[in-house]
């Protein structure tokens, strides 16, 4: 007993040790850096996007900007923009016809709206044509078959045409564009022939005849630039002999159209062919503007005569 009771006992040590499983969770480093390169990508595409809607103007700045020192950004001082190439001629002038067709198709729709409010307007309404055209937008009042716009081979205005003209003057000041007034009459000759009182005198007079109505109506007096009287020169229809021939034209000049006027004839395009070398007669009525330049020649089909026919009508014929 005394031997047993000499032995030490030694403590019983247990060691467990955990095995951990491969594929398990190594952190979230890689979430980040995914995340950095969706986010530079999304950046990269957005910002090709927005070049693709640049005019070359605003690249030629941007290039610009990042072309600089970085001594001059420094230097710069904050609120400094990127500066931005100036516009060429050509541009300036492609953005103003932008700008010139917007405002004039708001005014077309102005004056077809016209048209249709106006119970006395709209009893005429088939008389009434308004369209675009390269010179801007031009509003023609034709004759009908026993409706004339005149007194017949006068420039006295019938009572209509006064109320059509009156209603038009007043809207054509929605925008600042300066007018230009045509008169047009048929082929019919006076019995005295060209020598005398003739189409020419007759169209410019009914041509002023209806810019006075027009200030009458509320259009501003300097608004008119021009005053002409073509005569049968342009005639609307092939049928020299249509009422529809016999017309009132006013356009809306747009800057274009007023450059070339203002360059008194270096750049104005050509007359149609058989028109005479001027708009209208040298004694052209007190207060008309000068007849000179480009007939708006968009007012015939382009198949249609610009010429008076070879056999003119009897001297005795009526004259309207």
Do not use: C
């Not at 030694?10 to 969706?38: E, L, M, S």
């Not at 034209?249 to 070339?260: A, G, H, K, M, Y």
């Amino acid at each position: 007993m005394a031997q047993k009771s000499s032995k030490v006992l030694q403590p019983i040590i247990i060691k467990k040790i955990k095995k951990r499983a491969h594929g398990g969770h190594h952190g979230g480093a890689w979430k980040i850096a995914y995340a950095d390169f969706v986010t530079a990508m999304m950046a990269f595409f957005l910002l090709m996007w927005l070049l693709s809607y640049a005019d070359p103007g605003t690249k030629m700045g941007i290039a610009q900007y990042f072309n600089r020192p970085l001594k001059s950004l420094l230097t710069a001082g904050p609120g400094s923009a990127p500066t931005t190439a100036p516009k060429t001629v050509d541009q300036k002038r492609e953005e103003q016809k932008q700008v010139d067709k917007q405002k004039l198709e708001e005014l077309k729709k102005k004056l077809d709206a016209v048209t249709v409010r106006d119970p006395r307007v709209r009893a005429f309404k088939n008389q009434i044509k308004i369209e675009i055209t390269t010179e801007g937008l031009r509003v023609q009042i034709v004759d009908q078959k026993n409706r004339p716009m005149f007194a017949v081979g006068s420039a006295i205005l019938a009572d209509y045409t006064k109320v059509i003209l009156d209603q038009i003057g007043s809207t054509l000041n929605d925008v600042p564009n300066p007018v230009s007034i045509a008169g047009h009459t048929d082929a019919l000759q006076y019995a005295g022939g060209e020598k005398g009182y003739s189409n020419w005198e007759l169209s410019s007079e009914r041509a002023n005849a209806a810019r006075r109505e027009l200030i009458v109506g509320g259009m501003h007096e300097n608004k008119v630039l021009q005053v002409r009287g073509l005569a049968g020169s342009l005639p609307l229809d092939k049928d020299l002999s249509n009422p529809s021939n016999r017309r009132i034209s006013i356009v809306v000049l747009n800057q274009e159209t007023v450059r070339r006027l203002m360059q008194d004839g270096t750049d104005a395009p050509p007359q149609g062919a058989g028109a005479p070398p001027s708009a209208g007669p040298s004694a052209l009525p007190s207060g008309a503007a000068s007849a000179a330049p480009t007939p708006d020649a968009s007012a015939a089909p382009s198949d249609a005569p610009t010429a008076a026919p070879a056999s003119s009508p009897s001297p005795q014929a009526s004259k309207r």
